[in-house]
C-alpha cells in the first residue's frame, strides 16, 4: 500500500545535539512538507518543498534544515539551535499545489516522530 | 491573509446524537476548505473537502460538511455519533500565495462521544 513512513517514532535529544527525522513516501507525490504540533497550537509549517532539490522555508523554520535529494524522501534536521524541540513533527506529502499544479489536492500525513529532550 | 479557527477546543456528544465541530474561515479569493481527524499518536487523516459546487460536502466514515459562504463557515457534521469517532478535528485552509498552497490549520477541536 502507498503511504508515508516517518521514522523512528521516538526520539529524544540530548543537549547541543542535532537529530534528523526521516520521511519517506511512495504515492509518486512531488510535493513535500515538514510541521510542527504543539499542544493546542495546531499544525505550524516548518519547511516544504514542491520538487526534488528545491526547498523553502515556512513559518518557523529557525533551528530546522532540510533536503530534497530525491523525490521519495525529505529528511528533517532538528538542530542544536532550536532551543525548544519538543514536540510532535508530521510530514505530509501531495500533488504539487500552486502554479502548475492544483490546489484541491489533500495532503496525505505520516504518522509522526515525538522528539522530546533528555 | 488566510486564517481558520475552530471556536470550540472540546465537544461532548453522547453516542447516537448528531454531532456538530465548527469552523470558521477567512479567505480573499474563493476558499479551499479541508477537515482531518487525528487520532491519538498518529499523523492526519483527510475528511472531506469543499472546492466548489454543493454546500453540503460527503466524507469518509460518514461525515459531512455545510458550507456557508454568508458566514464563513465550514462545520463538520455527521447526524449519529459513534464512540470511535473521538478524536481530534482539525479544520484547513489552503494558503493561496507562494507558500507552495500551504495549508493553515485550526487549533484543533477535541471530541468526545460517551456511550
Not at chain 1, 524522501?73 to 500533488?95: D, E, H, I, R, W
Request: charged share 20%; proline share 5%; net charge neutral.
Amino acid at each position: 500500500d502507498g503511504g508515508i513512513t516517518q521514522s523512528p517514532k521516538y526520539l529524544f535529544r540530548k543537549e547541543g545535539q542535532n537529530v534528523t527525522l526521516s520521511c519517506e513516501q511512495n504515492l509518486n507525490h512531488d510535493a513535500m512538507y515538514w510541521y510542527r504540533q504543539d499542544p493546542g497550537q495546531g499544525l505550524r509549517l516548518i519547511y516544504y518543498s514542491q520538487i526534488v532539490n528545491d526547498f523553502q522555508k515556512g513559518d518557523i523554520a529557525e533551528g530546522y534544515s532540510v533536503s530534497r535529494e530525491k523525490k521519495e524522501s525529505f529528511p528533517l534536521t532538528v538542530t542544536s539551535a532550536q532551543k525548544n524541540p519538543t514536540a510532535f513533527y508530521l510530514c505530509a506529502s501531495s500533488f504539487p499545489q500552486g502554479t502548475g499544479g492544483s490546489y484541491n489536492q489533500p495532503q496525505h500525513f505520516g504518522d509522526g516522530t515525538r522528539l522530546s529532550i533528555l | 491573509a488566510q486564517s481558520v479557527a475552530q471556536p470550540e477546543d472540546q465537544v461532548n456528544v453522547a453516542e447516537g446524537n448528531p454531532l456538530t465541530v465548527k469552523c470558521t474561515y477567512s479567505v480573499s479569493g474563493n476558499p479551499y476548505l479541508f477537515w482531518y481527524v487525528q487520532y491519538p499518536n498518529r499523523g492526519l487523516q483527510f475528511l472531506l473537502k469543499y472546492i466548489t459546487g454543493d454546500n453540503l460536502v460527503k466524507g469518509s466514515y460518514g461525515f459531512e460538511a455545510e458550507f456557508n459562504k454568508s458566514q464563513t463557515s465550514f462545520h463538520l457534521k455527521k447526524p449519529s455519533a459513534l464512540v470511535s469517532d473521538s478524536a481530534l478535528y482539525f479544520c484547513a485552509v489552503r494558503e493561496m500565495s507562494n507558500q507552495g498552497g500551504k495549508l493553515i490549520f485550526g487549533q484543533g477541536t477535541e471530541l468526545s462521544v460517551k456511550p
